[in-house]
């Protein structure tokens, strides 16, 4: 009999390793998942920058010194006309050259109204891009994440399962193959366990 319990243990210890090692290798699994310390994205600082630049430029439409200088023009225009009507003795022509400088004075607000209109398209564009940048690590930091840990518990989970049933089945199997020779009172007999070989 005694022949009989070491054989059997000799053969239930591959399957205790068996489930023994699958216990370990889930409490390896989440130690590792413990370590492994996950880096966060970051927005690169250039777009932060190029928004605060462009929102800046759009409460703005052309440079001060273009619109100055635009003015300016106009004036000199303005000036050296009503000298020339001055020399040629014809004041009636004054109210043309005032209109004429009143549309080009018009023509330089639309003008700064388009830059600024233009500059608040460039800021949108930017805030876009700013947006996109904030999905992305929203998508990075949380959701991918998410569904990384939850992925890998679960195959830690599996497998840790299928090695400890693997080691139970092992240990069943065992268990019938000798001690279902004991309790006839017959000697174990694993070779009855065997599958029979193909007749030739």
Known sequence: M???????????????LKGVQGLLQGAKGSKLAKKNIRPTYEIPPEFQQNLDTAAMRARRGLPQQQYTQGLQNIQRVQTAGLKQLGKMGRGGSVAGLARAGMDATLGLDIADAQARMGNENIEMGYRGQIGQQKLAKQQYDKFAKYEE????????????????MG????????????MGGDAAGKKPNPAKNKTPKPKK
């Open 2 to 16: 005694a022949p009989a319990i070491a054989a059997a243990l000799i053969s239930a210890a591959p399957a205790a």
């Open 149 to 164: 840990e939850a992925a890998a518990a679960e195959a830690l989970k599996g497998a840790g399962r299928q090695n400890v």
């Open 167 to 178: 080691g139970l089945s092992d240990l069943a199997t065992v268990g019938v193959t000798y």
